[in-house]
């Protein structure tokens, strides 16, 4: 699909009187074909087919701009190979003028193919890290490939748990696995499905893989499809993972006596993360179960005095955990974080209020701690 320009110098013996033209097999391009007497394209003539002079093939008047090829003569050709070609053009170019000899010109042009590649990913494009996925395919190309067709996935122990498997149906029994080449991961289609080529009718493909539990965000890896003769199809950023944490919550103590001012109630707020945060790292209580007078306050140690105090937000208390100056925390792996807050003295039997973990690109993570006050 790009176009090609062509520059010809034809030298001539003695001074031609008619009939210069250019002639061009109709098979080797797609759409109308130009010359010029320079390489600027803005200054080109329109060549036409002609029937009567040569069957099949496209004629570009020379007399637009040259009354004689003599001595030397430079001209360019503009055209769009062949859609649907792939491999060496192998086409020739005959310079005609009346009562010489054409003079042929085969030129050494090779078109790659190109790839167009759709993908459905299922069950959607947003998911938890760590789940299995179904990425469907869908190649088209405007010629038709003859070998060396596979799918890559480059850098696989970095972008992926465990093996790929892949199949041209939506066939998870009899898919085929994809071996590791110099760390990618390899799909050998034309090995593992002879005759199966990547053509203008379309072909399918059908990936099962599964993204590592510490990735966030958009994954990282890429889809690279491949073929002898045609450029390398790039598929990337396929699907976002969302991180998750899982917590638990000790309170200290678990049973409240109430009291007309309130008893507080520590907690003691163990986190597990996917993966690395990167903003918005939150916990969060509903403001209708707590005494909002005595405040909610939270630190990564169990020492009171080195607490921050947590600001209300419509019906929460939200603790931000990065919003102390030269302060920055984030979940990885395991944390411990502690919680002060008091139960409103209304409250009569078990609490049931929620403590919500929060990050950019995480899942929401809640649970209800065993409080019970009497």
């Known amino acids: 699909g790009r176009q090609l320009s062509l520059h010809f110098t034809v030298r001539s013996t003695a001074a031609s009187a008619g009939g210069e033209m250019v002639l061009i097999p109709s098979r080797m391009h797609s759409g109308p074909v130009f010359w010029g007497p320079t390489g600027n394209e803005l200054f080109t003539f329109a060549c036409n087919t002609t029937i009567n002079q040569d069957l099949g093939r496209v004629a570009c008047s020379l007399n637009e701009s040259f009354t004689s090829l003599y001595p030397y003569t430079h001209l360019w050709l503009f055209l769009f190979p062949t859609v649907s070609w792939v491999g060496p053009l192998n086409e020739t170019i005959a310079v005609h003028a009346g009562y010489f000899e054409q003079l042929p010109v085969t030129p050494a042009i090779v078109v790659r193919g190109v790839l167009n590649v759709s993908v459905q990913v299922l069950p959607t494009i947003v998911v938890p890290s760590g789940t299995s996925l179904l990425l469907h395919f ?8 003859t070998g060396g067709e596979s799918v890559e996935i480059p850098a696989a122990a970095s972008v992926l748990f465990d093996n790929v498997t892949y199949n041209i149906a939506n066939d998870p029994n009899g898919a085929r696995y994809c071996g590791v080449l110099n760390g990618s991961m390899v799909c050998p289609l034309s090995s593992d499905f002879p005759g199966v080529h990547w053509s ?27 073929a002898s003769g045609f450029e390398e199809a790039v598929r990337s950023q396929l699907f976002f993972l969302m991180g998750f944490t899982n917590i638990t919550v000790t309170p200290v103590p678990s049973v409240v006596v109430s009291t007309p001012v309130g008893t507080q109630v520590v907690a003691r707020v163990d986190v597990n993360s996917s993966g690395a945060s990167r903003a918005n790292e939150q916990i969060a209580i509903p403001r209708n179960y707590v005494l909002e007078s005595a405040g909610v306050a939270w630190s990564t140690t169990a020492d009171p005095l080195l607490s921050e105090p947590c600001v209300t937000s419509h019906a929460e208390f939200v603790c931000a955990l990065n919003a102390r100056p030269g302060f920055h925390f984030n979940f990885s792996g395991t944390h411990t974080l502690w919680l002060w807050f008091t139960p409103l003295p209304s409250i009569v039997g078990p609490l049931g209020a929620f403590v919500a973990v929060r990050a950019l690109n995480f899942e929401d993570s809640v649970t209800i701690p065993n409080i019970t006050v009497l």
């Open 200 to 226: 203008p009718n379309g072909t399918s493909l059908w990936l099962w893989v599964r993204p590592p539990t510490n990735t966030v965000g958009w994954w990282p890896g890429s889809v690279v499809f491949k």
């Open 138 to 145: 869908w190649i088209t190309s405007p010629g038709l490939s």
